[in-house]
């Protein structure tokens, strides 16, 4: 039991380092000096980059200076997914650090969601927790809670402390007795190659026998292509928190130890480097 | 007691109440239509509309019962729309025959077709008596029309001085023709640019030109705006949701700001109290792109009371129709009345004829 609690942590405070750099053609007074930072998997761009805005406006006329967004090789990067996500799906088998260009004109409106304040991002991350809980439980523990534990969770994100936030999610992560897991798995399926941005179905943890799912259940069932056929080579990589779990993982158990702080497990398939 | 999970939408159900909600939406032509998804596995309902307002006004229930403001709409409709009752249909070629035209008649609408340079052009009374002359063309699949307006001071919109004409194609495409006066003086290439391509039809001439005094009466004042509604299936809540977008004509979307701004009045005390409950920026779980989404997690509690009323009085319920009337119009979205009169396809609940007593 406390080897599953370890992992907690480690997904919890998992690190990507980055590099920020100006795009070249932003206008600016003196020349922009890159930003190195590491950037916590579990969070979002905007939650946790402040001080990069703040660096790059030193070296910017006033009126230069509209929304930030970032762009990772020509690719817009969607702040509103969580960061070791963008990394795993875009970047995962290039060499660190991660290098992410930084823009603050030209706002792609086609392709990336507005987020003027904080307010945003607490409202997006609250609404990918309730649909998660929507799932689980049918929204029964979620809606049971106070505004003050809902809080509570997005504080303990956005200040990055683990044990304030897993006080309130370690409820989101129980079941009744009676079951072996809950009622849906949250989950999201993420390919850059396809127009759909994901794929999300209905999937329980358990057969009607009582048998764990696994991971390799889902791809099965969700997304047949990721899994190999028998007589090819693996083309592609399943990857949660920058490693490939082992196909034969429950999926129950991934749920409740690699999720992501919004309760969703996030899972990319990235074609397999050819070494 | 009826829990309220009892009214939890099924995803084939769904479909169902969409198929019949598309097939009524035909006969009273009223633009829904039915979407898939590139590998065919998910589907949704779509409508695309145009509103006209006054700039930086918002609409209020003053302004849409004024009877100049609905003439001037129901005109703009004329303007951007191809009108859906046209039916008949002759073809030809023009100049170079790159392209090949086709004109649509309606066969009982007044109409008289006169020559403009090679291009033919359909006069027809429009409703409210306005003439209308129309030339039509067919590139590439798309059906486009230019309208030359010289009725009521309404004119084709220009801009600058480069005489060109905007426009709306049927499928919604922002359209530009230009006038490059390079074959002559009674001559002129037209080039249109939809989306992605850029072409030209050559031979059609303007017989008067439009000057820089004459510009659109229309855009001085008001302002249209492109709407589009999309509704899809949420599996996770079990309900059909709301999504939508909206966009000036020169492409720039509105800001979630000026989407509150125009949700009508009595709405908008609901939404001040939690707007971030309601109405947020979100990505399309299909498209990839910012739409808005009126949140779903609520449908179920006030759907549920719509459905056992319902259900009380035996009366055959779509829930589609149900739900869009009740959230469609804090978006601006209205149903037309026709929907709620729906009758059933079949009657599946045998006890409604017979009401037993008990």
Redesign the interface.
Known sequence: MTDDKDVLRDVWFGRIPTCFTLYQDEITEREAEPYYLLLPRISYLTLVTDKVKKHFQKVMRQDEVSEIWFEYEGTPLKWHYPIGLLFDLHASNTALPWCITVHFKNFPEKDLLHCHSKDVIEAHFMACIKEADALKHKSQVINEMQKKDHKQLWMGLQNDKFEQFWAINRKLMEYPPEENGFRYIPFRIYQATTERPFIQKLFRPTASGGQLHTLGDLLKDVCPSAITPEDGEQKTQVMIHGIEPMLETPIQWLSEHMSYPDNFLHISIIPRPTD | MADA?DFFLEEKKFKQYCEEFIKHSQEIGDGWEWRT???LADGYLSKTHFEVRNRNIPPDLEERNDNTEQMLFTRVEKLYKVPWNLTYERSWYLGTDCYRHKFLICSNMRSRISTVGNAEVLHYLGHYGIETSAVLFEIYGHQVFIVKLFFQGLKCRKIHRSKSLEFISTEGHLCTWQLCPKFGLTESLLTCRLPGMCLGAQGVRYQESLDDSEVAGICATKEVIRYEYHVLYS???QVPVLYFRACFLDGR?L??DEIWKSVHACYQAHLLEGP?DTI???????????FFVL?P?RTNEFMSSILTESQKQNRHTNYIILWLSTVGPVVGLNLPLSYAKLAPEQNTNPDSVERPLR
């Open positions: 999970e998804t590139k590998d599996s996770s809540y979307p800001t979630l971030w947020t920026q979100q990505e399309h779980p299909l498209l990839g792109q910012p949140h997690c």
